[in-house]
């Protein structure tokens, strides 16, 4: 297959890292940057040597030498940026969260199927190799029965982050904590232990002036009758404390954590008391974002050449922004909440 032309909307903060994982990549080529600022567009084009720069997504949709395009926008316009570069036959690789609801996030995977392109949702994580080898333990059977799991998210957003974008932390553009910056270790937990069955939530707004929480806390109960806990918050004083992952089972404990759940805490399993020791053991990263993109990019490709679906598609992106949206209504209706959730809950 030769190499793979790409386009991204958005030059934000996040888009440094799809265009570093990009000019990387031999197989790939970043043709064309599009952003509504005009000098960010610019500056952006320039620093990663693409062709062109544009402030309208529409007239990137146009350009026929587009093979895939990287939606890097505000969550609020995922869906709808999504659906209509499928339609103009764009593969799709798309930020978290996918969408802000079920439908929009149903939307967008039946756009990419009828149309015959691949969707790749960023949940880059999946790729950090202490989750990777906590993922090959538990395929191989090492935890036994699975008992409960904890995802948490300790870090530090000052009001200035959420005032220097006018979407960050609304409902319509955004969410909050949960959906911002602890939808990643949620998308573990889930990918650990599997399906959740019921959940019930609580939400604040403590310490930040905006539309949505600032701390986020819920108790899952997942199929297989393990239960999960997760805490997500932006107000730890003063910086980032920890984003950590932690599973348990009856003969295995492995807790993830560092700067981008890339480090290993602890590693013990009852099978082979003589392994080495892989507590300690890091892929050292510079920020909270790690080398991911770089994984999953490379994966698109290799999925479009294979004629497969990508490693993170549209369904798997989406269990994770559903469990949020059940804590969401768990909140609003102060009760349990069932998965999967219904028609009803398809919106918040």
């Known amino acids: 297959m030769n190499g793979l032309n790409f386009a991204l909307i958005g030059c934000g903060r996040i888009a440094h890292r799809h265009a570093d994982a990009l ?13 509504l600022i005009p000098e960010r567009a610019r500056e952006f084009r320039d620093k990663y040597e693409a062709q062109h720069c544009f402030t309208d997504f529409h007239r990137v949709l146009e350009r026929t030498d587009i093979d895939v395009v990287n939606i890097c926008t505000p969550s609020g316009l995922h869906a709808q940026m999504g ?5 103009a036959g764009k ?3 798309v ?32 790729f950090n190799p202490a989750v990777t080898q906590l993922r090959r333990a538990l395929d191989d059977g090492r935890f036994g029965k699975l008992t409960h799991g904890a995802a948490v998210v300790r870090w530090f957003r000052p009001q200035d982050y959420y005032d220097q974008a006018s979407w960050r932390g609304t409902w319509a553009m955004d969410g909050g904590c949960l959906m911002n910056q602890s939808i990643h270790n949620i998308d573990l937990l889930q990918w650990m232990l599997g399906p959740v069955s019921s959940l019930f939530g609580y939400t604040a707004r403590n310490l930040r002036d905006i539309e949505a929480e600032d701390l986020g806390a819920a108790i899952l109960r ?6 999960g806990m997760i805490e997500g918050s932006t107000t730890i004083f003063p910086e980032n404390l920890e ?18 759940v890339n480090k290993v805490q602890e590693w013990r399993f009852g ?23 770089g994984a999953l990019i490379e994966d698109m490709i290799c999925a479009i050449g294979d004629c497969r679906r990508p490693f993170i598609d549209g369904r798997e992106g989406r269990k994770a922004l559903e469990i949020i949206l059940a804590i969401y209504h ?14 009803e809950f398809y919106i918040y």
């Open 243 to 260: 984003e950590t992952l932690s599973i348990f089972g009856e003969k295995g404990t492995v807790v993830l954590g560092g700067v981008a």
């Open 222 to 227: 997942f199929q297989n009758g393990a239960l």
């Open 95 to 126: 930020e978290k969260p996918m969408a802000l609801t079920l439908k929009d996030a149903d939307a967008l995977i039946r756009a990419c199927e009828d149309n015959g392109v691949l969707l790749a949702v960023c949940h880059q994580n999946r």
């Open 271 to 293: 099978d082979a008391p003589g392994e080495a020791n892989l507590k300690g053991q890091q892929e050292d990263v510079p920020n909270v974002y790690g080398f991911g993109h």
């Open 91 to 93: 593969h799709v690789i």
């Open 330 to 343: 768990s909140v609003r209706l102060k009760k349990e909440i069932e998965l999967p959730l219904t028609e």
């Open 83 to 87: 659906i209509e570069a499928a339609q």
């Open 23 to 35: 000019t990387k990549n031999e197989k790939a080529k970043l043709v064309s940057v599009c952003d």
